[in-house]
């Protein structure tokens, strides 16, 4: 425990709870607190750096958010590529924490972004396959701990598809991805509370409307909305128990039972989601943006093309244009739009067709966060794309 005051100490400790014992854990985006809150469900709570509803590709912290980092000793994020400006706050509010890179972690499965408007079937954009070669990663995954090895990246380079998905959910093989929410209109003064500056993490105000208008994040290199991937969850929950573990022995028990529990869910999970899903796979559909290539790897689905580049970038023309003859050629039944984006795009690219729309949200903004955020999300997103025709 770090940074509590006696008070909150000795409270803790006479409530007779196991929370007293408890690391304070800081995490990124819901997905990931999801994960780590139903590992630490009984023990503790974590903290949500990125509030729902924000984008994880430019933000402003507010203080509380700031604190949470401040007092961690365990922070929990998918890595710089989803969120390069909170890389600054970590180095300065959480120097002493130990920090656990998700895109970093060995067996994660990594995807490349794809190229173009349009996507060739079964084109996952090619495969970051980190077999398990001794590969030394010692600045990647586990900051400030040099030695502490939970596995290498060892990436599955093999499309199983839902089947494989749901055979093997509850043994760490699991695939999901997850688009962030870019608010194009989000307002980062409405999280800029209480005389918070930008520049006292780091960003100026300059740099943070930069950010605003770019797009979102680089789309060459890996996706870093891997959290879509039920695999990678798996994956995950076994490592963020065994952090925990680490730096609370005396609730090793409850971490490995409740990391074992969470992947049996989350395999339920994927077998009811890939039935429902069924009747939908010889369908073809349009993404706003590349965000679910690992949605589609892990329950055998695949996008025809996306409507955007990235997700505050405006298409070209001649992108809108591509898409069209995309919808045309391929009989496209459904194209997705996003809740933070122009409807007015899906509309130009549906007009004159017989394509359905439905709203997919990779984020889960509308969705409590907690211990059942997870499977809750994976659900949401079967049952939009399925009643979609």
């Known amino acids: 425990m770090k940074k509590m005051g006696v008070a909150a100490v000795a409270l803790l400790a006479g409530a007779g709870g196991s929370w007293a014992e408890a690391p304070q854990v800081a995490t990124d985006i819901a997905p990931v607190h999801g994960l780590v809150a139903r590992v630490m469900q009984g023990v503790g709570e974590p903290a949500l750096v990125v509030p729902p509803g ?21 922070v929990f994020w998918m890595g710089e590529s989803l969120t390069p400006w909170l890389a600054g706050p970590l180095e300065e509010l959480a120097a002493d924490a130990h920090r656990v890179e998700l895109l970093e972690v060995d067996g994660t499965t ?14 996952h954009g090619g495969e970051d396959g980190h077999d398990d ?40 093989h699991g695939h999901d991805d997850h688009e962030a929410h870019d608010h194009e209109a989000h307002d980062h003064e409405e999280h800029d509370h209480d005389g918070h500056d930008h520049e006292e993490h780091g960003q100026s105000g300059k740099d943070h409307d930069a950010h605003r208008d770019h797009d979102g994040h680089d789309h060459s290199g890996a996706d870093p909305h891997a959290w879509l ?14 952090e925990l573990e680490e730096h609370d022995p005396d609730n090793a028990a409850a971490y490995r039972a409740n990391a074992e529990a969470a992947k049996q869910e989350i395999a ?19 993404v706003f943006h590349d965000a679910y290539q690992y949605f589609e790897k892990g329950f055998g689905l695949a996008a025809a093309g996306a409507i955007s580049l990235g997700d505050a970038g405006k298409p070209s023309p001649a992108r ?55 499977p809750s999300l994976l659900q949401q997103l079967g049952r939009a794309i399925a009643a979609c025709d």
């Open 54 to 74: 924000a984008s994880p590709h430019g933000y402003a912290l507010r203080p509380s958010e700031a604190r949470a980092l401040d007092q961690a000793d365990l």
């Open 268 to 286: 339920e999970t994927v077998a009811s989601v890939s039935a429902e899903l069924e009747p939908f796979r010889s369908k073809h559909f349009i």
């Open 133 to 172: 070669h001794g590969q030394a990663h010692d600045d990647h995954g586990h900051d400030d701990h040099e030695g502490h090895d939970h596995g290498g990246h060892d990436h599955d380079s093999h499309d199983h598809g839902a089947q494989d998905e749901a055979d093997h959910a509850g043994h760490g």
């Open 320 to 374: 809108i244009a591509e898409i069209r003859e995309v919808v045309a050629e391929r009989n496209v039944s459904c194209v997705f739009s996003e809740p933070q984006f122009n409807p007015g795009l899906v509309a130009t690219v549906l007009e004159g067709t017989g394509a359905g729309t439905a709203v997919l949200d990779p984020l889960g903004a509308n969705l409590e966060p907690g211990p059942q955020f997870y």
């Open 110 to 123: 990594v995807l490349s972004f794809r190229e173009g408007a349009r996507f060739e079937a079964h084109d």
């Open 229 to 242: 991937l039920p695999a990678n969850a798996q994956v995950w929950l076994d490592v963020i128990a065994a």
